[in-house]
């Protein structure tokens, strides 16, 4: 009947009363053995909606009551259950091998809402050195305005937990590091970093925007949270903004709190989007991995090139680590040329790249972290990481490899 297809629409829980009978709602439990087929089917509604290959989109704010126990089963955009909500989430956490993930507005909303909802006032968490501007100045700024401190580590050290032993406070509760950083894309001692949060009972939480799950999954490995500016790789269309905090249930629950106050949802829309842009993930990073890996190989051969920053390099410090980690080395990488000046004029110069921030799109962007990602920096701090103007930053995209390296060549010859 026309009225029972219409009950399965708006209710997507449990069993909802028909006029005739119980209809049994769709599930989302859905997985595949694979990555790549997790990436296209997980998630997808059981039976199909109406029988619509892809997930429609549900733009409704709210929805009618049922039976619910918890204010959490209320049917509300603003809890995250809306259909489209669930799917994207039980594919999320299918693709990164976990049991539960959360979508969130954007990036920063994951960061900051894993962080706020696992240390409290008072309370203190370590962090890798070099981390996304954002970050930073959201540690600086205003973490440390609401009580909570914290530690900058080396998580490359040598001597490794050793070190990390004199940042321990007793009111340390977390630890966060990124999988490849920005923009330095370092890579640590990730196996280092699980077992010492193991053994000094701290949360982990790794960003692992720049790897994505094609290259590396650190729920596998044994982080308890993993974050991802979903703006970026997993869209991988340069059109929306979005995050998701992936991890256990109880894990992601915790943060799910917090956020329903915070308000930090993401929409209907958003999540078709993003949910369309993951189908295409893995063939994506596999095409940005390999053309990095021969434009990093031809810059570092240039000789108005003083450093390569890419993890897929046997002469980079971070390429032990990324080598016995990761099956790809990721699409971006960034530079060191021989002066501030040098690095506009070859910005200037590029015909291919867009001079534009944000990163992980089909098309490849170029930017100077340090008067983008990183501006929010004072000038001492970013001189410290080594943030200096004569850094560029490259985002690789899916372009000719060929072609794209020949316009870095063009460009280069001064």
């Known amino acids: 009947m026309e009225v029972v297809a219409f009950a399965s629409l708006v209710r997507f829980a449990g069993r ?7 209809v049994l709602m769709p599930e989302y439990s859905l997985r595949f053995k694979t990555l790549d087929t997790n990436l296209v089917q997980a998630g997808r509604p059981r039976p199909h909606v109406e029988g619509a290959v892809v997930t429609p989109i549900f ?24 259909p489209n909500h669930l799917t994207l989430q039980a594919r999320l956490a299918a693709v990164e091998s976990a049991e539960a993930a959360l979508v969130t507005a954007s990036g920063m909303a994951a960061i900051s809402t894993a962080i706020l909802s696992h240390v409290k006032a008072g309370e203190h968490l370590l962090t890798q050195r070099t981390l996304y501007g954002g970050t930073q100045s959201f540690l600086h700024r205003d973490a440390s305005r609401l009580g909570i401190s914290h530690t900058p580590i ?48 701290l949360v982990s939480v790794i960003d ?28 991988g269309h340069s059109d929306l903004v979005a995050g ?69 390099l046997a002469s ?26 040098l690095a506009e004029r070859f910005l200037e110069r590029l015909t291919l790249p867009i001079h534009a921030a944000s990163l992980g799109g089909v098309e490849s962007l ?41 316009d870095f060549e063009q460009a280069l010859a001064e």
Not at 16 to 22: F, I, N, P, Q
Not at 59 to 82: F, P
Not at 317 to 341: C, E, K, N, T, V
């Open 59 to 82: 733009q409704s704010a709210n929805y009618e009551m049922g039976e619910e126990a918890t204010y959490d089963a209320v049917r509300y955009i603003r809890l995250s259950n809306s």
């Open 16 to 22: 909802t009363r028909c006029l005739e009978r119980d």
């Open 154 to 201: 080396d998580i490359a050290a040598p001597d490794g937990a050793r070190t990390w032993e004199g940042a321990l406070t007793p009111q340390t509760r977390l630890i966060f590091v990124e999988a490849i950083s920005n923009p330095l894309m370092e890579v640590g001692d990730l196996e280092a970093v699980v077992d010492f949060a193991r053994h000094h009972d």
């Open 316 to 341: 980079s410090p971070s390429h032990r680590y990324a080598d016995r980690l990761f099956s790809g080395f990721g699409g971006m990488l960034s530079i060191y040329l021989q002066d501030a000046g």
């Open 244 to 312: 998701a905090v992936i991890g256990s249930t109880a894990s992601v629950d915790q943060v799910r709190h917090l956020l329903l106050h915070l308000g930090g949802s993401l929409d209907p829309n958003t999540c078709f989007l993003l949910e369309r842009g993951l189908k295409t993930l893995a063939l994506r990073v596999q095409r940005q991995n390999e053309t990095a890996a021969r434009l990093a190989r031809f810059l570092e051969e240039q000789p108005p090139v003083r450093q390569v920053n890419y993890p897929g």
């Open 208 to 235: 692992n925007t720049f790897a994505t799950p094609v290259n590396f999954r650190p729920v596998e490995l044994g982080f308890d949270l993993v974050v991802h500016s979903a703006t970026k790789y997993l869209n």
């Open 366 to 406: 170029v930017v100077r972290p340090a008067r983008s990602s990183h501006l929010g920096l004072e000038q001492d701090e970013r001189d410290r990481l080594g943030i200096g103007d004569d850094l560029v930053r490259v985002s690789v995209g899916i372009e000719d490899a060929s072609e794209l390296i020949a």
